[in-house]
């Protein structure tokens, strides 16, 4: 077990790093930071010189593999780290140094129990992309398919563990520390992270959701996810199709080929919500970098490594919550935040009505060119405190990837309004989840599926009372006191009291010893 001085050493090493980048500043200056935090602070910057303007991304990128990932974490995180650092955070690349290809080749042999070349006819030495936790290599196979090869940065799994130790190790003292660091519940955003980045280094987790992600999406149409290599897939590598295609980043490249831009954009918008409204299930990492358009004008997503799920309950409430901002309805936006228990009972639903229609009105009256999802989720974000409203990490999440998507589609499209290409949708997506024949329909399920559990329920009634039968039940036996029941009784049982009397002195003597050692 690690010692609390290794994670401080650890954490005054990071923080050396933060502070030469002037990320401690907003740290020291925020009045909700406990003393403790500050002085650790304090001490890690000291004798160093700060920029005028913190470069957060760079810090992390200085600390480390692990730390790159928990910055592309804490950008969904504005009420944590605030909206500065989050705008800086959000441009934080995952892209490191590549690994020498014997490293590569070692990994990929080891894994397979096999020779490189009983896989791949060729193997490119030269990686097309190099980051944090893993490296793509295009490559063909012995049956002639052109696919891309990811495979995990040898030791990068134990470097994670270590570092993951000392997250937990500090977001459990600082939540200790109660107040506002209770609220903002740290210690659930490093579990969140460690579960995410968990994923990411199991390669077959990946693939595994990059597979149900294609069946999700097989019938929305102008939509793809590359095709998983099972037979070269494992735990430490995975292989899918090659994607040929341009980023969607590059606006004259899409334009050149004769790219239909608004078209892409209204298309990766309605993908996005497919995704996290219908299916529960969503790419929850579509920044420039992994999205590509095909020849046909297929938008391709590739790196599945974060992937964000949300039940049907809180997709009805997200829903009811995206419509009601849209047309106002601010009443409801607050009682689904009371019944979805985002808000203590204790406040009241007017005032929270009140709250939300401050931030919503200043951005329904503008031109529909001015509005925008994330400044409208921001505002949220700014009366969490208020009304004492603990952190949802699926909605954090969730609240990024629409920040991201909309910055995409707006380079693609500048005129298009989030709220414009979504609002049909939702509206659609409520009437047939929330209206009538819905309701019936799941009234029919629910009937349906209790009668079928009537069966089950009665043979393990049968299990916990079996009928009687067999042998007749045996009548009652009279109490008999067995003869030394009767002599400790009595007074007889002085061997027993000598015990217990030497018992008691011990207990007495080690109390003792304890209060003077204390």
């Known amino acids: 077990m690690t010692r609390p001085a290794t994670h401080i050493w650890r954490l005054l090493k990071w923080g050396r790093s933060l502070a030469r980048h002037g990320a401690l500043r907003g740290i020291e200056n925020d009045p909700n930071t406990p003393p403790p935090v500050k002085r650790l602070a304090r001490i890690a910057r000291f004798g160093t010189i700060q920029p005028a303007v913190p470069d957060y991304a760079a810090a992390f990128r200085e600390i480390g593999p692990a730390a790159i990932k928990l910055g592309q974490s804490l950008a969904t995180r504005p009420d944590l780290v605030g909206d500065v650092a989050v705008l800086n955070l959000l441009s934080l690349q995952d892209d490191l140094p590549p690994v020498a290809l014997d490293s590569i080749r070692s990994v990929i042999e080891s894994s397979f129990g096999q020779p490189l070349e009983n896989l791949y006819a060729s193997f490119d030495p030269q990686p097309v992309g190099a980051a944090s936790i893993a490296q793509v290599h295009r490559a063909v196979t012995t049956e002639g398919r052109q696919v891309a090869v990811k495979v995990l940065r040898p030791g990068i799994r134990e470097k994670f563990a270590r570092d993951l130790e000392t997250y937990h190790w500090a977001a459990a003292h600082l939540e200790a520390m109660g107040g506002e660091a209770k609220r903002l519940r740290p210690r659930l955003t490093i579990a969140n992270f460690e579960r995410w980045t968990n994923r990411e280094l199991d390669l077959r987790r990946e693939a595994a959701s990059a597979s149900e992600l294609a069946d999700a999406m097989r019938a929305i149409d102008g939509y793809e996810v590359p095709a998983i290599d099972w037979d070269r897939t ?228 049968e299990d916990r009372f079996p009928p009687k039968g067999g042998a007749p039940e045996p009548p009652p036996l009279p109490h008999v006191e067995l003869m030394w029941d009767k002599r400790e009784r009595e007074g007889r049982g002085w061997l027993g009291y000598v015990f217990a009397a030497a018992a008691g002195a011990g207990a007495v003597a080690g109390a003792l010893a304890l209060g003077w050692l204390g």
């Open 234 to 461: 494992n735990g430490k590598v995975m292989t899918v199709d090659w994607v040929d295609g341009i980023k969607i980043s590059k606006r004259e490249e899409l334009i050149a080929a004769g790219h239909d831009l608004p078209d892409l954009a209204q298309r990766l918008v309605l993908a996005f919500l497919n995704q996290a409204i219908s299916a529960g299930f969503f790419h929850a990492d579509m920044h420039q970098g992994n999205l590509f358009v095909k020849a046909d004008g297929t938008i391709v997503a590739i790196d599945f490594g974060i992937m964000g799920r949300i039940n049907r309950q809180a997709r009805m409430w997200l829903a009811e919550i995206l419509y009601g901002l849209t047309t106002g309805n601010y009443k409801r936006v607050a009682e689904i935040h009371f019944e979805a228990q985002y808000v203590p009972s204790y406040h009241n639903v007017d005032e929270f009505a009140t709250a939300l229609r401050a931030v919503g009105e200043p951005m329904r009256g503008k031109p529909v060119s001015e509005l925008s999802v994330g400044q409208m989720l921001d505002g949220l974000f700014a009366i969490t405190r208020d009304f004492d409203m603990q952190t949802q990490p699926h909605l954090l999440l969730l609240q990024k990837t629409m920040v991201m998507v909309e910055g995409i589609a707006t380079q693609l499209n500048p005129e298009i309004n989030m709220w414009d290409v979504s609002a049909p949708y939702v509206r659609d997506w409520i009437r047939d989840e929330l209206g009538p024949e819905a309701a019936i329909a799941d009234r029919i399920r629910t009937d349906t599926e209790t009668l079928l559990r009537i069966p089950e329920l009665v043979r393990r009634i």
